[in-house]
T-cell receptor, first 113, second 113 residues
Framework: GAVVSQHPSWVICKSGTSVKIECRSLDFQATTMFWYRQFPKQSLMLMATSNEGSKATYEQGVEKDKFLINHASLTLSTLTVTSAHPEDSSFYIC?????????FGSGTRLTVV | GQQLNQSPQSMFIQEGEDVSMNCTSSSIFNTWLWYKQDPGEGPVLLIALYKAGELTSNGRLTAQFGITRKDSFLNISASIPSDVGIYFCAGLRSGGSNYKLTFGKGTLLTVNP
């Protein structure tokens, strides 16, 4: 079955630093990947749609300069949280689309101190 | 944005009991998906529904795609402790370049042994 690997699974960083999260489709090519943010006891909130070789499409209210997305290959998308602040602490999840099948990564717990 | 109304918000049941949860929408969806999320993990697909009226089973799980294409339910029979988690419905309105999933707010299931 389709497998999506997301790394790191958790990260703690100092306020003002940047953090990069990787999302890889291991056994299929994903022209489209999605990045979500999830707060405790809440649903997944779509942040952006990432298409290979083109700029990401961000949802309303998501800062493009704060959350940099790169989808340089058919198997890798990265999310960089720039100049992180405590309010950026959250659970970030990626998803890769293969035909009509959406496979999710295991998530990254980001804590900014 | 588009909202999916998922209910109930939480359930506390005894092991062995059956469970039912549902999602409704004011708009039509072409695909309904049901996911389970364990703490600190990404969602895992349980059942996918592609046709109005479709009834699909996966072990103790049964889900149906409403005939109006505006609703879906998920049933879990003879619950066991490992069924604990958050269950999300998700709808897809395919067409054009829009492949974004819309998620319900989730149903938190607790199973008492």
């Amino acid at each position: 079955g389709a497998v999506v690997s997301q790394h790191p699974s958790w990260v703690i960083c100092k306020s003002g630093t940047s953090v990069k999260i990787e999302c890889r489709s291991l056994d299929f090519q994903a022209t489209t990947m999605f990045w979500y943010r999830q707060f405790p006891k809440q649903s997944l909130m779509l942040m952006a749609t990432s298409n290979e070789g083109s700029k990401a499409t961000y949802e309303q209210g998501v800062e493009k300069d704060k959350f940099l997305i790169n989808h340089a290959s058919l198997t890798l998308s990265t999310l960089t949280v720039t100049s992180a602040h405590p309010e950026d602490s959250s659970f970030y999840i990626c998803s890769a689309l293969d035909l009509y099948r959406y496979t999710f990564g295991s998530g990254t717990r980001l804590t900014v101190v | 944005g588009q909202q999916l109304n998922q209910s109930p918000q939480s359930m506390f049941i005894q092991e062995g009991e059956d469970v039912s949860m549902n999602c409704t929408s004011s708009s039509i969806f072409n695909t309904w998906l049901w996911y389970k999320q364990d703490p600190g993990e990404g969602p895992v697909l349980l059942i996918a529904l592609y046709k109005a009226g479709e009834l699909t089973s996966n072990g103790r799980l049964t889900a149906q795609f409403g005939i109006t294409r505006k609703d879906s339910f998920l049933n879990i029979s003879a619950s066991i402790p490992s069924d604990v988690g958050i269950y999300f419905c998700a709808g897809l309105r395919s067409g054009g370049s829009n492949y974004k999933l819309t998620f319900g707010k989730g149903t938190l299931l607790t199973v008492n042994p």
